[in-house]
């Protein structure tokens, strides 16, 4: 196996050139495959979880004091 170096200057060409590498490979399928493997699918329920805050909302005197009123 021959051993290549690859001057990647940022993400999206390292990310090309992994896929490309992967595709040649493993081919379009194997590659798919093996990216499967490394998809979690997320967890909990984004729609729910999106609307809490952690901070309360401030109170309109406090609101009025940030803006010197």
Known sequence: MISTKLNIINTAELQKSGIGALKDALGVTGA???LEQFDRGGYGD????????????????????????
């Open 32 to 34: 798919l495959k093996f």
């Open 46 to 69: 984004y729609t729910a979880e999106k609307y809490i805050c952690e901070e309360p909302e401030p109170t309109d005197e406090e609101v009025r004091k940030m803006f010197g009123e």
